[in-house]
């Protein structure tokens, strides 16, 4: 049971093929890890334990009639609660869709369910993915698996702390501004943020329409590689939706390093980040030259404006994306109010809580009158400087590395009342979304001041992720970073 | 009576949305149809639901540009939609995407003539955005101000709606009911409208101001709403330019407001006084990519044009004379 | 940049949230901390650098006009807070800028 719980993804399609277990067999494994170690984590919003077990039994025969979807056929996972689902509760992590049961699928979602994958559950979530511990959402705080006072990151706190904690194999999460990656990091697993258009994103209740992606979220490399093969490519309910054909990103992944060239950013060279996580990251890019990559200094000069023009542009787009919930149509209502002004103004108040509020009001001031030039219009700019820097660099690299994140998993309660601090922490991340650029976070070790995990980020150009996956899986490989959280 | 040697100056400009035949919706597949029962015409795209995207009808952009085209505009090279951004209970996202400062067709012109001879009227711009869902007032006497609630049907929204916008060119209630005639009928050899004013697929709303002759300001703005044929067009702004006349005669002076047109009492009434600050925060509608038609797709769309009334098809690539038209912009106050 | 307490209320009005005066009071303080740090990038000199408002270098994606299956009017209504006679019922209707 203890093998079921911790093996890859990749590892129990493996196994089912070889018909040492059952699809039946992995999610009752799974369901009862869930009961054991949910209660201390609080990494599920919903569990769908009958479905999964419905689901499985489907699998299983489809499996033996020779008629699995897809290699992953009875794989069991888990989406984070921004994932539309059909039939299941959804709630974006915020009291205003309390109830909400949607008519309609995500896309990733009808994909993986195309695939055979039976779903675990919904995975808590900063309401509306924002914010950076998981301490924003309406139902409670979720805890890092490694720290149970320590914040698992966010805003996809709950799919990475199901995946760490052994509650689900792998999960998908989204990320505006480093929502996955983060995580990931904080958590010891492996987050990876596709290039911006890469997968649909109809069904994936929109934060900031410019910069949202979905990704997944993993304990190995080959496992992200192959859930992002599941439901990458184009989509006809998506018209930011790259139409390319998609490559099969396990393909060479085991190809190696060998005269690559990766940069190191000259701005975050430093002060900044942690000295434990400096320490792990220092020698990660020693082990990255030991592997054949040549290290090169990259220059970034726009960087440093990136989460000015990254905390105006996500707000604004937010303030209009969630315009929508207004107690009409679905989700909450306030009670009492008489005219449409009052009801509709008292049900958000209600409905959101206070980091979604203070975005609304962030975003709708800089889109109103007077203030679009100087505020949005000004961020815009930035972003095409940052996303010339980035272009400057792939000049003369392949990839970027830098931190995942300044400081390993913080405290909870530490940093909520001062959003500013705790947006300062998406600083290695944001400028990748600005330019919708592809990034994955490796894990690269404990970090000695306080062992907790620390991440690696790989970075590389748009539609690059093969050269991105061949570094992270050459990286993971001789690392072989196998801790596992003592829960 | 002839405005032309009056000592008043009427100046009239004409907003007119126009609903488009298509098949189905502007963003979404749910059929566009008059007929059926409430909400039996809406999806998720089209209820604004979390996490769905629009995805633009071709047709309908196809649609846009023959009516640009027809209307002498210049088609743009590069085009977005935006997103208007206010709070209605009958707008499923509480925006409406529409388009702002990149308009898919600009700067055109529709020539009309009738008694008060020939006269050009600039097109500003015609763009494409999404139409409402319709209220029904309930309570009191069925219209908004006195109702207690309302109930809403988003069969309607979504449909694609184009909006044409005249330079305030035309100088009477005359030359404004035979702009909307010519429109009319523009519209319906095109194929791209069922343009029933009295259903709405055509609906005209006009500024009207009155100035003494030489005045350099135009008169206080008086936004005209709910004329639902192009006879009450006519009937509505005689009425309304001879109320704005009369009262710069008894030297009462014009508020800038929206006023009602009642078809039973031929007069207008104030809806609105209150001039509202509008602020709606137009952004590029980062759900959706550029507009950026091909010569080719210009001119195929050109090519298909049918044979109009009162115009030869050369007529239509009749440039209009440079820095004559002015660009107004959609207002941010 | 510092936020006043007129603009809270009238971004408050134009978002539609019925904050308390607490909420107001911390509002103001908390955006006016937030637009002090994205007031480096107002003095930036960007005169000719062109927006981006999207990563993606796409143009004319369109969908074909097909007409697909719509939801029920159950459906449709199913998550509605209030409704009657197959539409959704909002309490009276008044404007409000």
């Known amino acids: 049971m203890d093998d079921l719980i911790w093996a890859s993804a990749t590892e129990l399609a493996e196994a089912l093929k070889e018909h040492e277990v059952s699809a039946v067999e992995i999610a009752e494994a799974l369901i009862a890890r869930a009961d054991e170690v949910d209660p201390k984590i609080h990494a599920y919003l919903e569990r769908t334990d009958d479905r999964a077990r419905r689901d499985a039994r489907a699998s299983d025969a489809r499996r033996a009639a020779g008629e699995a979807h897809s290699a992953f056929d009875g794989v069991p996972l888990a989406y984070k609660d921004i994932f539309v689902t059909r039939g299941v509760t959804t709630t974006c992590g915020s009291k205003i869709l309390e109830g909400f049961v949607p008519p309609y699928d995500a896309t990733v979602v009808a994909r993986c369910e195309g695939a055979g994958l039976p779903m675990l559950g919904k995975l808590n979530m900063d309401e509306f993915a924002m914010g950076s511990s998981t301490e924003n959402s309406a139902f409670g705080a979720t805890r890092n698996p490694w720290d149970l006072d320590a914040v698992p990151g966010g805003s996809s706190g709950g799919s990475v702390a199901a995946v760490a904690a052994g509650a689900a194999p792998w999960a998908w999460g989204t990320d505006t501004g480093g929502s996955i990656r983060q995580p990931a990091s904080l958590c010891g697993l492996v987050g990876m943020k596709p290039t911006y258009g890469l997968v649909s994103r109809y069904g994936m209740i929109a934060f900031a329409s410019s910069l949202d992606q979905a990704g997944p979220i993993t304990r190995t490399v080959e496992d992200a590689a192959a859930l992002l093969n599941l439901a990458a490519g184009g989509d006809e309910m998506d018209s930011t939706c790259l139409k390319e054909p998609v490559p099969n990103y396990l393909e060479g992944i085991d190809g190696g390093i060998d005269g690559m060239r990766i940069g190191v950013v000259t701005e975050f060279q430093g002060e900044g980040s942690q000295p434990g996580v400096r320490a792990r990251v220092d020698e990660s890019l020693r082990r990255l030259e030991k592997l054949g990559a040549q290290l090169e200094e990259v220059s970034m000069p726009s960087f440093e404006h990136g989460i000015s023009a990254y905390y105006l542009i996500a707000p604004a787009e937010c303030s209009s994306n969630l315009a929508r919930y207004d107690g009409v149509r679905y989700g909450r209502r306030a009670a009492g109010a008489d005219d449409i002004v009052s009801m509709t103004s008292r049900t958000r108040a209600e409905g959101f809580g206070r980091e979604v509020k203070r975005r609304i009001m962030l975003g709708t001031y800089a889109l109103s009158a007077g203030y679009y030039d100087a505020y949005y219009g000004k961020a815009q700019k930035v972003r095409t400087l940052i996303t010339r820097d980035f272009e400057r660099a792939y000049e003369r690299v392949d990839l970027i590395v830098t931190p995942t994140s300044p400081t390993t998993a913080f405290k909870l309660g530490e940093r909520t009342d001062d959003p500013l601090a705790m947006y300062l922490s998406d600083v290695f991340t944001v400028p990748v979304n600005l330019a919708g650029n592809a990034a994955i976070s490796v894990p690269c070790g404990l970090s000695p001041d306080d062992g907790l995990p620390v991440g690696l980020q790989i970075i590389a150009r748009s539609l690059d992720e093969k050269t991105m996956f061949r570094a992270a899986y050459a990286f993971e490989q001789d690392l072989g970073f196998d801790e596992r959280p003592q829960l | ?333 | ?97």
């Open chain 2, 1 to 333: 009576m002839n405005v032309r040697e009056d000592v008043y100056e009427t100046t009239v400009g004409l907003e007119i949305h126009v609903e488009l035949a298509t098949n189905s919706k502007m963003f979404c597949g749910c059929e566009v149809s008059f007929a059926g029962e409430p909400n039996s015409r809406t999806c998720p795209v089209c209820l604004g639901m979390p996490g769905t995207l629009p995805v633009p009808n071709a047709t309908a952009i196809d649609y846009t540009m023959r009516i640009g085209l027809a209307l002498n505009c210049r088609i743009a090279e590069y085009s977005l939609f935006h997103r208007k951004n206010y709070f209605y209970p009958d707008m499923p996202k509480n925006y409406q995407i529409s388009q702002y400062d990149a308009p898919l067709c600009e700067r055109g012109h529709l020539d009309i003539s009738g008694d008060f001879g020939s006269t050009r009227v600039g097109i500003t711009r015609v763009h494409l955005e999404e139409d409402t869902g319709k209220s029904v007032h309930l309570g009191g006497s069925g219209r908004i101000a006195d109702s207690d609630h309302s109930l809403e049907d988003f069969n309607r929204a979504g449909t694609p709606l184009v909006e044409i916008v005249s330079e305030p060119d035309i100088r009477s209630a005359e030359e404004a009911r035979v702009f909307v005639a010519e429109l009319r009928s523009l519209l319906e050899s095109l194929g791209v409208s069922d343009v029933r004013m009295e259903e709405g697929s055509m609906r005209v709303d006009a500024n009207v101001s009155v100035r003494r002759r030489g005045e350099k300001e135009f008169g206080a703005k008086v936004e005209v709403k709910n004329m639902n044929s192009i006879r009450s067009v006519g009937r509505a702004l005689e009425y309304e330019e001879r109320r704005q006349r009369e009262a710069l005669d008894a030297g009462t002076a014009l508020v800038q407001e929206t006023r009602h047109f009642d078809e039973k009492t031929g007069t207008t009434s104030s809806l609105r006084t209150k001039e509202f600050a509008f602020d709606y925060r137009y952004f590029p509608e980062p759900d959706l990519v550029p507009l950026a038609p091909s010569t080719q797709w210009v001119e195929q769309t050109r090519a298909a044009l049918p044979e109009l009334p009162g115009g030869s098809p050369g007529a239509l690539r009749h440039r209009i004379r440079p820095g004559r038209s002015r660009h107004r912009r959609a207002h941010r106050v």
């Open chain 3, 1 to 97: 940049m510092s936020l006043d307490r007129a603009a809270v209320d009238h971004v408050a009005r134009l978002a539609r949230l019925d904050l308390t005066d607490a909420e107001r009071e911390r509002m103001q303080k908390e955006l006016t901390d937030i637009l002090a740090h994205a007031e480096k990038i107002q003095n930036l000199d960007l005169g000719p650098v062109p927006p981006t408002s999207h990563a993606l270098a796409l143009s004319n994606v369109l969908r074909p006009d097909e007409a697909r299956p719509s939801l029920s009017p159950e459906e449709a209504l199913a998550n509605a807070p209030d409704a009657q006679d197959g539409r959704f019922r909002v309490p009276r209707i008044i404007e409000d800028a």
